[in-house]
């Protein structure tokens, strides 16, 4: 996959409000009267030179897609942070050119022949983080941030109908999203805690007996990060690291339903904190306290 570039504008590069800027084809003459050049661009205070950059490195990205005989490419959306799939729609040329430059995931429509944004009816932005090509460039993945719901339905994804459940004839849940594993593993955790309002006395889960005693499940996210750091300090073998780290992983996402954070929450401070140092991220956190 390729995903279309961000970086690019000359750091010496000032226009003023109103003023036209013509960017030469050869990349390296930038010139504001002479008419030979071959893409005009008009810059204004509201919107960044940098932008205007993107958008012409991506006018040439694009000429390599393989467009359909409508002019049409498959458009994916998806979540940044949980890797969901959030849905499928299709995209022309416009319509990749709108997302770079608004940052929200717009797509042709095909009913009704024109562009749309999601959300612009809901509110339910895809605040689009990159754009990736795929290798045979004939379809496109929007990674972005979803500001809610983003079916019609008002389920989280557009993808909630297990094909393995129809098959088996099990009984389909209306809202069984397609979730990778470490999110159904959050899903059924956050089922034992729904069970605990209405459970009647017998014996509990394992999980729902973490949920109920704040000690026990501390004790055991302590006794797991020890037993983690045993496979470092006495080099153990791999599998023994996976096993552990799948146990801290799980006891600390028992720690966040009962705290009611989503692991989603926690992965966008991750992604945050991509482009800081650690250092600069614990002078920070000792600032703000």
């Not at 002019?71 to 997302?99: E, S």
Request: aromatic content about 6%.
């Amino acid at each position: 996959m390729m995903a279309v570039s961000y970086s690019l504008c000359p750091q010496f590069l000032r226009v003023s409000s109103g003023a036209r800027l013509c960017i030469s084809s050869g990349g390296n003459n930038w010139d504001t009267h002479k008419k030979k050049t071959r893409h005009l661009v008009c810059a204004s205070t509201q919107k960044p030179v940098k932008d205007f950059c993107i958008e012409s490195k991506a006018q040439t990205l694009l000429d390599s897609v393989k467009w359909d005989d409508k002019g049409l490419a498959v458009a994916i959306a998806q979540n940044v942070d949980t890797g969901a799939i959030l849905m499928q729609g299709f995209a022309n040329r416009d319509a990749v050119l709108t997302t770079i430059s608004s940052r929200k995931a717009t797509f042709y429509s095909r009913s009704r022949s024109m562009l749309w944004t999601k959300g612009e009816t809901s509110m339910n932005f895809i605040n689009i983080h990159d754009i990736f090509l795929d290798c045979d460039r004939d379809s496109i993945i929007y990674l972005g941030k979803p500001d809610g719901p983003t079916c019609h339905t008002g389920s989280e994804t557009c993808y909630y109908t297990s094909v393995f459940d129809l098959k088996e004839l099990q009984q389909v849940e209306g809202n069984k999203l397609a979730l990778t594993t470490l999110y159904s593993l959050e899903s059924t955790i956050s089922q034992r805690k729904a069970e605990l309002a209405v459970e009647e006395n017998g014996k509990s889960s394992w999980t729902k007996r973490l949920l109920k005693h704040n000690d026990l499940l501390c004790s055991k996210i302590r006794e797991e990060a020890e037993e983690l750091c045993k496979t470092l300090e006495e080099n153990e073998d791999k599998s023994r690291t996976a096993s552990e780290m799948a146990d801290v992983l799980y006891h600390a996402m028992v720690l966040l339903a009962v705290k009611d954070v989503k692991i989603e929450d926690v992965m966008q401070v991750l992604r945050q904190r991509f482009s800081q140092s650690g250092i600069e991220e614990k002078r920070s956190r000792i600032s703000e306290s």
